[in-house]
């Protein structure tokens, strides 16, 4: 029998899911984590390990075939192994965005479970820039664990956002990072959420950086991949990559073929959705979560979660939501 899969009123297909492992972090990025101590979510209301496997079986049932787990940091759950040995039984792509602390920890976890791809939020090649944004001192151990995933040949993607007066005048050194390094440098607007200190001016257009490569080098517009969020380009011989994610200045929500579950097993269709659907207390309870699932699925906005993006939106922060 054909699989029922996750359609939305606009005929929008879902076949990926990010599921966001936990809600806090070791870092305290000024751009994601609460300026108020964020309150630390019950462990039993968590998603157990167990209920990860059964959530993600069924969504996969359902013609989900790619699975990103982020958090919080994903990293920091003391059952992370367990977690992706399980989920590396599915029959999807593994890959999981981290902030890159502890990934030679689990190095040889990603290569067993046949995770292959990785994304790391680095927002600065500069120390005491990396220390003020993420009120820790871990920049060089980021830096030699992307390394390491090079040199284990991992398609490593490096998360950017850029943020006016922070660091809008480093995206020429990020960039620079892909002229001798397969990298992937993915530029992100700010975004607002709940709890942080996001204010409109700090939004910087990140097309900027197009026109000012272009004064540069020669670039080259790449095919971006079908529901891809970034629109890629390449320096002329350059062996990596960059690419702009446009979320405040350009949305791309038409093809959009996204889901999230969040740590605390709610169910999000989208970054922005106020909206959301407990599947863990009815899972607990033994009981059918399907129709529940499809029913997220057609109340999808067209974009945006339906709302207004600015400092007025509704939502969680981005650490308890899952980035
Ligand atoms: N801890 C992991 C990490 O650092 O990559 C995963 C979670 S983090 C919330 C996922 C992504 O969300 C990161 O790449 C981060 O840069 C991005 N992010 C967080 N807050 C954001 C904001 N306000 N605007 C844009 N991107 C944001």
């Known amino acids: 029998m054909k699989a029922q899969l996750l359609t939305d009123s606009f ?7 990010r599921i966001s492992l936990i809600d806090t972090c070791n870092l305290s990025c000024t751009y994601c984590a609460p300026v108020l101590k964020a309150i630390k979510t019950n462990n039993n209301k968590i998603m157990t390990a167990d209920e990860i496997e059964k959530l993600a079986s069924l969504f996969c049932d359902f013609g989900i ?12 759950r003391k059952d992370f192994s367990d977690i992706i040995y399980r989920l590396a039984k599915l029959n999807i792509t593994l890959a999981i965005t981290t902030n890159g602390v502890f990934i030679d920890s689990y190095l040889n976890d990603f ?32 830096m030699s ?30 960039i620079m990072l892909s002229e001798n390094l397969p990298i ?16 409109k001016e700090q939004v910087y257009d990140i097309k900027n950086i197009i026109e000012e490569m272009s004064n540069k080098f020669e670039i080259e517009k790449l095919i971006d991949d079908k529901n891809d969020t970034a629109k890629k380009y390449k320096v002329k011989n350059f062996k990596g990559t960059f690419s702009i994610i446009t979320t ?17 097993g709610k169910m999000k269709n989208c970054l922005f959705a106020e909206d959301e659907t407990d599947l863990l207390t009815p ?38 939501i899952g980035g």
């Open 65 to 76: 075939k790619k699975i990103r787990l982020t958090g919080g940091e994903p990293l920091l």
């Open 11 to 17: 005929g929008r297909v879902h076949d990926y899911l």
């Open 184 to 199: 992937h440098i993915r530029f992100i607007e700010y975004m607002p959420f709940s709890g942080t200190s996001w204010n």
């Open 145 to 174: 664990n992307i390394h390491l995933l090079i040199q284990n040949n991992f398609h490593v993607k490096i998360n950017a956002v850029v943020m006016k007066g922070v660091n809008e005048n480093e995206t020429l050194d990020l």
């Open 248 to 264: 405040m200045t350009d949305p791309f929500c038409e093809t959009c073929n996204r889901l999230r579950l969040t740590a605390d």
């Open 111 to 142: 290569l067993a479970c046949k995770i292959r791809s990785v994304n790391v939020s680095l927002d600065t090649l500069q120390k005491e820039k990396f220390n003020q944004i993420t009120k820790r001192n871990e920049f060089e151990k980021v």
């Open 283 to 320: 899972l607990r309870e033994g009981k059918n979560i399907s129709e529940l699932i499809f029913k997220n699925v057609m109340q999808k906005h067209w974009q945006q979660g339906g709302q207004e993006i600015n400092e007025h939106t509704h939502n969680r922060n981005m650490m308890t």
